[in-house]
């Protein structure tokens, strides 16, 4: 009972202060850096490998800020060069103190998924951040883009996840660009990586797609990814992972796969309800709490 009364106090503390802040003022100054820097895509990352950590079972991990420490999972190999999206926004968390680094990171991938042209998501604040990096849960929770279906469950599903969600989640590979020193691969999963739709979900089922060593594109020797068939073996060249070519071999993923390729406003509505559902996995403050603002934000 006392756990209990504590976690509502915590809560309502913590949502009572961010009622205080002019999220449209924090909104407007993301959407300026999103449209002044390009930066949208490594925003979303940012938020997806805060919330990414997080364990159903124990409860631990889940969107928290812990990568703001210089040791902890700011080291993690999968978050290689997320030290640019933080420093992008450092700007904007020291003019609005209040807000806690969790929310602004995960507000900061709602308002890039729609000014890329994405959906509108639902968001609301009251994410606490972690206290300090001993915080940090053990490295290799996140998804390693080399296997496969299998791995991709074990990761999701632990998180509380379903398959659909999986693929739907995996359509925010519509923008962005990987990088050598990031992640081992080079190149944009499509031709317009700043443009959020379901361009990637046409490529998948439209495309035959040929695996081949990343080194022939400027990634590390060794790793594996696909290109489209007749494609040129050069930087640049968009391409897609191991996890993402594997979907279309696995019958409880592959409908949704079609599903969303066919189907733009249908992965738009499933998107966003699974990235609102990510971003909040853990967080006491919305625990049988409906979002106020969903018709809001």
Not at 60 to 68: D, E, F, I, K, L
Not at 149 to 170: T, W
Not at 207 to 236: I, M, Q, R, Y
Request: glycine share 10%.
């Amino acid at each position: 009972m006392l756990m209990s009364l504590t976690f509502s106090l915590l809560a309502a503390l913590s949502l009572a202060s961010a009622s205080a802040l002019d999220y449209e003022a924090v909104r407007a100054e993301i959407s300026s850096l999103v449209r002044n820097q390009n930066c949208g895509p490594i925003l979303i990352r940012l938020s997806w490998h805060d919330a990414g950590t997080f364990d159903a079972k124990s409860g631990s991990g889940g969107p928290r800020g812990a990568m703001r420490f210089t040791s902890g999972e700011s080291g993690h190999g999968a978050n290689n060069g997320l030290d640019v999206a933080r420093q992008l926004l450092e700007p904007i968390r020291k003019k609005y103190p209040e807000i806690t680094n969790a929310d602004l990171w995960s507000l900061a991938a709602v308002v890039a998924v729609e000014e890329m042209g994405g959906p509108k998501v639902s968001w609301r604040p009251g994410r606490t951040d972690a206290a300090s990096s001993s915080d940090s849960v053990e490295e290799g929770r996140l998804p390693d883009a080399q296997l496969g279906c299998p791995h991709l469950r074990s990761v999701f599903h632990r998180m509380g996840l379903s398959d659909q969600e999986i693929v739907a989640l995996s359509g925010a590979h519509s923008v962005g660009f990987m990088h050598n020193s990031r992640s081992g691969h080079e190149g944009p999963w499509t031709g317009r990586p700043y443009h959020f739709d379901n361009q990637y979900f046409k490529d998948l089922v439209q495309k035959e797609w040929v695996k081949t060593d990343a080194s022939e594109l400027g990634g590390t020797k060794g790793n594996n990814v696909f290109v489209a068939k007749g494609s040129p073996l050069k930087a640049g060249t968009p391409i897609m992972l191991p996890t993402d070519v594997a979907m279309l071999g696995d019958s409880q993923m592959r409908v949704w796969v079609d599903l969303y390729a066919a189907d733009q406003a249908r992965f738009f509505q499933d998107f966003a309800s699974a990235f609102t559902k990510l971003q909040e996995l853990g967080v006491p403050a919305f625990h049988g709490l409906a979002n106020p603002h969903k018709d809001e934000l």
